[in-house]
């Protein structure tokens, strides 16, 4: 028989922590999501700002730094609260958590996908990159990379609605519905099912990725004039794609497979990297390495360093008179 009860709060023990380490984390934390939600924020401006950069590869970049603020406010402000206060979440929040991460991931490959074509078009078929992304196709693209993980991890956490539970603590930071799976008294078959549909979906997406920057860097090897464009716009698509890549196989294989005689702070950071890393490292690599977002970010700060001498100047002249 099993031990069923009714779970209303879940408890999350990865912290773990004495109280001085949780403030000087509470402070760490609280500058990391900071600085998160400044260079993101930053990039979207800027190219919501100028009609100049309302191409498709700024349109994706865009969208990936909205979906990079969507999936960090599913566990930044709960992780936050958590260092301060008791570390529990209710079995609702709980399952909004771990959909809007789960989907947040999901976007960032769907997104990730759409620039590796777009950079597959621009390279390898220039002649016909405006008659094929166009800006009809482009707007289908991102509804459609919007949609898509939303519905599917949708109908994959309503499959665990109603489960019967037989136990209420989840080793880890944040609410993954995995860890709800392994809670549950008996699997229920849709939720498997589903989570198969899922992954083979998204694993398409991920060998899609790596076949078209492969082919791309085999033309470029070709071509010195492919080869110039290729390291300007491609590279950051490289690096983030290593680094989410890496992260997500990390946090998934050790969900799945991994040991319970690691240290709890090392399971910590890998169960966050992709939570950690990539959503501040996106937007400073493609707002350093493409040039019309540096320098259109350079004007910015440029405009307002010189407003703020301006108002200094008038400041100092009043007080002297």
């Known amino acids: ?164 539970l037989c136990g209420s603590h989840i080793n880890r930071l944040y609410c993954v519905n995995w860890m709800i799976v392994q809670l549950t008294c008996s699997p229920p078959r849709a939720n498997q099912m589903i989570g198969y549909i899922n992954i083979a979906f998204y694993f398409s997406h991920a060998v899609f990725i790596v076949w078209s920057y492969i082919y791309l860097i085999k033309k470029c090897l070709i071509s010195k004039d492919k080869n110039g464009k290729f390291m300007q716009t491609c590279m950051p698509h490289i690096v983030s794609i290593i680094n989410f890549i890496f992260g997500m196989l990390t946090d998934i294989l050790y969900m799945r497979y991994g040991s319970g005689d690691l240290p709890q702070s090392l399971l910590n950071f890998i169960s966050i990297e992709f939570l950690l890393i990539p959503p501040l490292i996106n937007p400073l690599i493609y707002g350093f390495k493409l040039t019309k977002i540096r320098n259109r970010i350079i004007t910015i700060f440029q405009y307002q360093l010189l407003w703020l001498k301006k108002i200094h100047n008038i400041i100092r002249q009043k007080v002297l008179s």
């Open 1 to 164: 028989m099993y031990n069923v009860s009714v779970v209303s709060v879940f408890t999350l023990s990865g912290l773990d922590y004495l109280m001085g380490h949780k403030l000087t984390l509470f402070s760490f934390t609280l500058i990391w999501y900071a600085l998160i939600l400044c260079v993101n924020l930053s990039v979207i401006v800027v190219i919501i700002m100028d009609k100049h950069l309302h191409e498709p590869m700024y349109i994706f970049l865009c969208n990936l730094c909205i979906n990079g603020l969507y999936g960090t406010a599913g566990f930044y402000p709960k992780f936050i609260a958590d260092l301060v206060t008791t570390h529990v979440i209710s079995y609702t929040n709980c399952m909004l958590q771990g959909y809007v991460i789960h989907s947040s991931n999901c976007g960032d490959l769907s997104i990730l996908a759409l620039m590796a074509y777009d950079r597959y078009v621009a390279i390898c078929k220039p002649l016909v990159y405006h008659s094929v992304m166009t800006t009809k196709k482009v707007w289908i693209f991102v509804c459609m990379a919007w949609f898509v993980p939303l519905y599917l991890m949708l109908m994959n956490s309503v499959s665990l609605v109603g489960v019967a």
